[in-house]
Structure formats: structure tokens, C-alpha cells
């Protein structure tokens, strides 16, 4: 009893003072309720890419949106961690369960390599030079066919799992988890360093905190990140090919991650969550679907370009003068400090 009574105390004064929270609470009690409300495998398919790639733009907003690295070439990281888990799962036989993790460190290898270099440049001359990564690695793939399957990549690999269900499972829980890590990253102190970076670097190094190694661990952060999103949808598909290396894959995090709200982790997940279905849906407007898509896009940000989630978030809450602490708008009294809120 004593143990519900905290549970019931817990949800009372931490997730139901916040709508947000409440929300994100419904949201991650839908995802794994809903194989018990339907069964129909091309819903839980997509629903379980999605949660592949929330991983994969929660690891860029990571990196960009709350360090300030702009990458345009973040597919890098998830198609090196695709192709080392392929390569290893069919050469060597090794289960997704050892490859998965191993890809997501060649990934962190591959942060380390491409953060040195790059690490004295800013705003687009950064983005331009992480741009240029997963072409080159394009380029080698398509120059030893033999070894990394050309254009038609690498095909056979294990699935993720036996069902489909368990598939999902796996995605989703591991979405929620990872996301939920990466979240925590950016609240801690590590995360305030992180802020203060992108806001100013100059600062940040005059007062005595080393920049390079937090930049290059954002680097590492997020391609070990964006690595496992890598091995999870090579699983999946059971394929690894160039098109996970190619600049759209990169661009998909950035268009999802900034709809939905940057810096923020949750803004990239949400953004996810509500494109990559919609695309789906727009199979059936045949050759104006990307059209369609693009001026959605283009509508929503128009109207809410800090993304859709900031945007709920300011309507429905609002921040203490005080205290600085978020309260839900219909509070006349910051929940915290009691200062005034009217």
C-alpha cells in the first residue's frame, strides 16, 4: 500500500501539475497499449520505423539543436553503424543483440574522426565539411562491390525478431529509453555546458571549461545515438544500402527534428511521430505526394516556427517571473515559489 500511495503522490505532484507531461505520458501509454487494440502489422510497421528514426532525429538535435554543431551529414553515423552491423550479422553470424551495440561504437569511432577535423569550424563551413563524410564513405561502398554490395547493398541479415510484435516492442521500448537518456543528457550539467556552447563559445573557453572535449563528446553522444537507430533499421529491413548514407537521410532529421520543435529531444520524436505516418498516408496522392507533404511543412512552420510542440507547450504553459519553473496556464500561482502568475 505504501508503495501505491508514492506512486499515486509521485504522479499527482510531478505529471499531472504539467499538461506536457501529461500528454507524453498518454503518448508512451498508446505506443505499447496499442498491439492489444490492433493487430494489423502494416500499422505497427510503421509505427516501429518511426520509433527507429525518432532515436535517429533525437541523436541530430542532440548534437545541432542543443550544442549548436550544425551536421548535415548525419546519416554517416547511422549508415556506418547499418553497414557494420550487416557486415557482421552476415560474415560472422553474430545475433543483432552483439551487432547492434558494435555498430553504435564504429558510430562513436566514426564522431571522434569526423569531429577533429572539424571541430575550429562553424555555421555552414561545419555543416558543408559533415556533409561531405557520408559522400566519401559513399563513394568507397560503391568502389569495392564485392565487399559492401554496391548499389543493391547487403541483403539476408537476421531479422530483429521472430514476430512482428516483438519487432515493435523492441523499437518502441528502446525509443523510449534512449530518448528518455538523451533527454536527461541535456537537463544535466553536461547539458547546461552544452547550452552555453551554442549560445557562446568565447565564454564558455574564458571561463575555463575546456570546449573541444565537450564538442567532441556531443559527437560521440550522437553518433552512438543515431548508431543504434542505424543497427535497429537494418534489422528491421533486413538490408543495408547506400540510401541510408545519402543526404536526404540526413535532411529527414533535420526537416522532423525542426517541425516538431528543436532542442528539445522530445520536439524530434513528436516530429517523427506525426511526418513519417503522414507521408505514408500520402501514398495515395501518387506523384503530388511530396508536394502535398512539402507544403504541409511549409504551413505548419509558417505558423509555428519554433515547432509544433514549443508551440503547444507556450499555449497551454507558461513559465514563473520568480522561479523560472514551468506551471499549466490556468494557475494563478507559480506551483513552486506561490508567486503571483497573473
Known amino acids: 500500500m505504501a508503495e501505491i500511495k508514492m506512486a499515486l503522490r509521485y504522479i499527482r505532484n510531478e505529471i499531472l501539475v504539467l499538461p506536457t507531461r501529461v500528454i507524453g505520458v498518454v ?3 498508446a505506443l505499447l497499449l496499442l498491439p492489444l487494440l490492433t493487430q494489423d502489422m502494416y500499422i505497427l510497421r510503421i509505427l516501429a520505423i518511426a520509433a527507429i528514426f525518432a532515436i535517429f ?3 541530430w538535435d542532440l548534437l545541432s539543436g542543443f550544442v549548436g554543431q550544425v551536421s548535415f551529414g ?11 552491423t550487416a557486415l557482421l550479422n552476415l560474415r560472422l553470424g553474430w545475433p543483432p543483440f552483439i551487432t547492434i551495440p558494435i555498430g553504435a561504437l564504429a558510430a562513436v569511432v566514426v564522431g571522434l574522426l569526423v569531429g577533429i577535423p572539424c571541430l575550429r569550424l562553424k555555421g555552414p563551413y561545419l555543416g558543408l565539411a559533415t556533409l561531405a563524410f557520408p559522400i566519401m564513405l559513399m563513394g568507397v561502398i560503391f568502389v569495392f562491390p564485392g565487399f559492401f ?8 541479415i537476421t531479422r530483429l525478431a521472430a514476430l512482428r510484435i516483438h519487432e515493435y516492442y523492441i523499437a518502441v521500448v528502446l525509443m523510449l529509453v534512449l530518448c528518455f537518456i538523451m533527454w536527461k543528457i541535456t537537463d544535466s550539467k553536461i547539458g547546461i555546458i552544452f547550452h552555453a556552447i551554442r549560445e557562446d563559445e568565447i565564454a564558455v573557453r574564458a571561463s575555463g571549461i575546456n570546449t573541444i572535449k565537450f564538442k567532441l563528446l556531443a559527437f560521440c553522444l550522437s553518433g552512438f545515438f543515431a548508431g543504434i537507430s542505424g543497427g535497429l533499421f537494418t534489422h528491421f529491413l533486413r538490408i543495408a544500402g547506400p540510401s541510408m548514407l545519402a543526404v536526404l537521410m540526413s535532411f529527414q532529421a533535420i526537416i522532423w527534428t525542426i517541425f516538431g520543435g528543436i532542442a528539445t529531444i522530445y520536439g524530434a520524436v513528436a516530429g517523427v511521430f506525426i511526418l513519417y505516418p503522414t507521408l505514408e498516408i500520402l501514398r495515395a496522392a501518387a506523384e503530388y505526394r511530396m508536394l502535398i507533404f512539402a507544403l504541409i511543412v511549409l504551413l505548419v512552420l509558417r505558423v509555428m516556427p519554433e515547432g509544433i510542440t514549443t508551440f503547444i507547450r507556450d499555449k497551454i504553459e507558461r513559465e514563473c517571473p520568480r522561479c523560472k519553473v514551468r506551471n499549466a496556464v490556468t494557475r494563478k500561482e507559480c506551483r513552486v515559489c506561490f508567486a503571483d502568475m497573473r
Open 27 to 29: 503518448f508512451v501509454i
Open 57 to 59: 532525429a533525437a541523436s
Open 149 to 156: 554490395g554496391g548499389e543493391l547493398g547487403i541483403s539476408g
Open 74 to 84: 548525419h546519416a554517416l553515423f547511422f549508415g556506418v553503424s547499418a553497414y557494420t
